[in-house]
Structure formats: structure tokens, C-alpha cells
């Protein structure tokens, strides 16, 4: 059973960056069948999923359009973790964050497990 | 990008009764399609997923049905555990996932 905990401050100031850590338990970051996912959820957007870091011999990435030049999301070996960062935040960027895994080899498989999400306010 | 559809936004259904919940897709997904459940303040879960395969530990009162553009989510009989806002998501157009915007199902 894999489970997934977050971290992270809920409150971001316009511009800034915003950074989010999830924690893996009862799996590896570097399963060659699995991904590591960032998907957000907001009002105005509904659920919107950001990107996904997953090893295949090597690392890959793979983000969504709407975030891609401001998004960076990075796997942490030494403590079994990912992490996302989103660059240049605006109020928009308001939402409630989750990571969320994938357990097939390839890209074409659901969400199966998630964190507990957090909510990240952009705000002064 | 492809676009989920789900109707309707708001579904009102007695305890004990069936609910049908649609899914529709802007272009053909095959059966690469998953139903979420979430319930206020918790994560989405997981619960089918090949359009028509209950995820662990899901009861057998969830169903799922369909292919290409429509999908359907059935469940059999509602139990007060049930009511939630369930969402679909394609996952054939990797990764370009997209999520519907979700279905509120509320007690009658």
C-alpha cells in the first residue's frame, strides 16, 4: 500500500516561488513502474493535473502546457520523495495541491494513490 | 487537449436507489478511463479505472461501463457513505490528462 505525505507552507507571496514536498512510503521513487504526480484543484480550474517525474533507466519529466515554463518537479533518492516548484506565482496559482502516483510502466494508467493535499494561498 | 463532459452537475438520489452518473470525451479514449470519488476536505479516490475495473477494495455497487466517448458510472444501490462529488479522467492522451469537472451526487 503506498501512501504519500505532503509538506509545505500554505502561503505564498505573488511572484515567489512555491514549493511542495511528498513524501513516499511503501514504494520507490525510482520504480521503473511507477510516476510521481502533481495535480491541482481549484474552483475555477477544477482539477488540473501539472506534471510527473518517473524513472525509466533514466529521469523523465513531463509537464502540462499551462505550467511549463514555471515548473519544476524533481525526485529526491536520499529520502524517497519528490518535490514540485512553480515559479513566478500568481493569485491564479491558488488552489489546493496533490501529488498522486501511477503504477504502470508506461503513461497510460490512473492516479492510484494520493496525498492529502495541501492549500497553497497566493497572497500578500 | 481533451475535453471530459459530465452530466449532470448535480444528481439528487434517494438512499437505496441506482444512480447513472455520464461521462463524455471530445475524441476517442478507448477504455483509458478512471472514476474518482472525493468527499469534502479528502483527496480523490481511485475507484474504477479501464473504464469498467473496480479499483482495491472497492464494493461491488460501483460499476463502470463504456468506450471511446461515453462512459458511465453506475452505482447500484446507494448507501449514505455514497454521496460525493465523482469525477472521470481520461488518461489515453498521455500525459495530457484532463479531468471533467465533476458530478455532485446529493441525497433526495
Known amino acids: 500500500q503506498v501512501q504519500l505525505q505532503q509538506s509545505g507552507p500554505g502561503l505564498v507571496k505573488p511572484s515567489q516561488t512555491l514549493s511542495l514536498t511528498c513524501a513516499i512510503s511503501?514504494?520507490?521513487?525510482?520504480?521503473?513502474?511507477?510516476?510521481w504526480n502533481w495535480i491541482r484543484q481549484s474552483p475555477s480550474r477544477g482539477l488540473e493535473w501539472l506534471g510527473r517525474t518517473y524513472y525509466r533507466s533514466k529521469w523523465y519529466n513531463d509537464y502540462a502546457v499551462s505550467v511549463k515554463s514555471r515548473i519544476t518537479i524533481n525526485p529526491d533518492t536520499s529520502k524517497n520523495q519528490f518535490s514540485l516548484q512553480l515559479n513566478s506565482v500568481t493569485p491564479e496559482d491558488t488552489a489546493v495541491y496533490y501529488c498522486?502516483?501511477?503504477?504502470?510502466?508506461?503513461?497510460?494508467?490512473?492516479?492510484?494513490?494520493w496525498g492529502q493535499g495541501t492549500l497553497v494561498t497566493v497572497s500578500s | 487537449e481533451i475535453v471530459m463532459t459530465q452530466s449532470p452537475a448535480t444528481l439528487s438520489v434517494s438512499p437505496g436507489e441506482r444512480a447513472t452518473l455520464s461521462c463524455r470525451a471530445s475524441q476517442s479514449v478507448s477504455s483509458n478511463l478512471a472514476w474518482y470519488q472525493q468527499k469534502p476536505g479528502q483527496a480523490p479516490r481511485l475507484l474504477i479505472y479501464g473504464a469498467s475495473t473496480r479499483a482495491t477494495g472497492i464494493p461491488a455497487r460501483f460499476s463502470g461501463s463504456g468506450s471511446g466517448t461515453e462512459f458511465t458510472l453506475t452505482i447500484s444501490s446507494l448507501q449514505s457513505e455514497d454521496f460525493a462529488v465523482y469525477y472521470c479522467?481520461?488518461?489515453?492522451?498521455?500525459?495530457?490528462?484532463?479531468f471533467g469537472q465533476g458530478t455532485k451526487l446529493e441525497i433526495k
Open positions: 498522486a502516483s501511477q503504477g504502470c510502466s508506461g503513461g497510460s494508467c490512473s492516479f492510484g494513490y
Open positions: 479522467q481520461q488518461y489515453n492522451n498521455w500525459p495530457l490528462y484532463t
Open positions: 511503501g514504494d520507490s521513487v525510482s520504480s521503473n513502474s511507477a510516476a
